[in-house]
């Protein structure tokens, strides 16, 4: 399958199946389907393609003995339950599930098919699995921890800015992290001594309004929350951050490397490696309630001296980065 046509956007609950995808259900072959609450450009198109690698190195070659189909809910949530649903009525082998609100999505609308999933989140505090070691039923996967490394990440900010006392914590009030997440993001910045302004943005429409926001609140610097929406405008937000001389920080390496301060988050090559290593485990025969979730072993703190440079910051942090941008 060519790759322009793996990333085709598959929108809607009646969109309509590759013409790979239905001949390999005639020739028996397992269908894979993707749910993301993404759109299909940028990380979510490098983090596909790792788990593609990921299959590959156990056997699964798609278009050979595997096929792959793909619903993206474009940063819409409330149409991943008709996606999901789709899924469920192609009767595809397995959902990969990609976002917790993808994840939400997939177990609600089935208990039979297996569901591999990544999140952001503690998939236990938020009812995806029973618990890490003994998912239970039909699901299991792999999370990043976002959430709960979030004052982690509000700590190096500071650090990076020391002389910072309001800070602001962008997120989008639609994913079902960000009540957890802003609370934990509070407690932390008490404990910093910071005022901690919290700004919402749901579509890419908002972001310039945030940028304006922060402008008024006369904000030292911004923590961006970790969403599908904010991984698809990472380069973007990178460029507002730029723009208005506001030291950033955000846990996809895409938004360092266009010019954002720094990026701290674990690592989403191992997190979607896994995930597609777990997949073809289960394709074998083995059972999501036999797998634990996978937690990350491997966190990166990538800095961009550069533009530490522009803001007039010393940046004590080079000395444990595990990347510096210059």
Do not use: C
């Not at 996606?83 to 192609?90: E, F, N, P, S």
Request: proline share 5%; no cysteine; charged share 20%.
């Amino acid at each position: 399958m060519r790759r322009r046509e793996f990333i085709t956007l598959l929108g809607g609950a009646a969109a309509a199946s590759w013409p790979l995808a239905a001949s390999a259900q005639t020739a028996g072959m397992p269908v894979i389907g993707i749910l993301n609450g993404a759109s299909a450009s940028g990380l979510w198109v490098r983090n596909v393609d790792t788990f593609r690698q990921g299959l590959s190195e156990a056997g699964y070659i798609e278009g050979r003995n595997v096929a792959i189909e793909a619903r993206w809910a474009e940063g819409k949530y409330d149409r991943l339950p008709l996606l999901a649903a789709d899924l469920v009525r192609r009767q595809v082998a397995l959902i990969a599930a990609f976002t917790t609100p993808a994840a939400i999505a997939a177990k609600s609308s089935t208990a039979t098919i297996p569901i591999v999933f990544t999140t952001i989140a503690d998939p236990v505090k938020i009812g995806l699995v029973a618990s890490l070691s003994r998912p239970g039923r039909n699901v299991t996967g792999v999370t990043l921890l976002s959430v709960e490394v979030g004052p982690k990440i509000l700590e190096l900010l500071h650090r990076a800015v020391p002389s910072a006392t309001v800070m602001a914590l962008l997120v989008n009030p639609t994913n079902p992290n960000t009540e957890t997440l802003t609370k934990n993001l509070q407690g932390a910045a008490r404990t910093l001594g910071l005022q901690l302004q919290v700004l919402n943005a749901s579509t890419e429409r908002d972001l310039d309004a945030v940028f304006a926001k922060l402008r008024e609140l006369r904000t030292q610097a911004l923590m961006i929350s970790q969403d599908p929406l904010f991984n698809s405008q990472s380069r973007r937000l990178a460029a507002l951050s730029l723009r208005d001389a506001v030291p950033a920080i955000y846990e996809d390496r895409q938004f360092a490397a266009a010019g954002g301060l720094m990026s701290y988050g674990a690592s989403q090559t191992d997190a979607y490696r896994q995930a597609g290593l777990y997949a073809a485990r289960i394709l074998k025969g083995e059972k999501p309630a036999d797998l634990p979730v996978m937690q990350p072993t491997k966190f990166e703190l990538i800095i961009n001296l550069k533009t530490a440079k522009a803001f007039g910051l010393s940046m004590p942090l080079v000395g444990i980065a595990d990347e510096v941008i210059e």
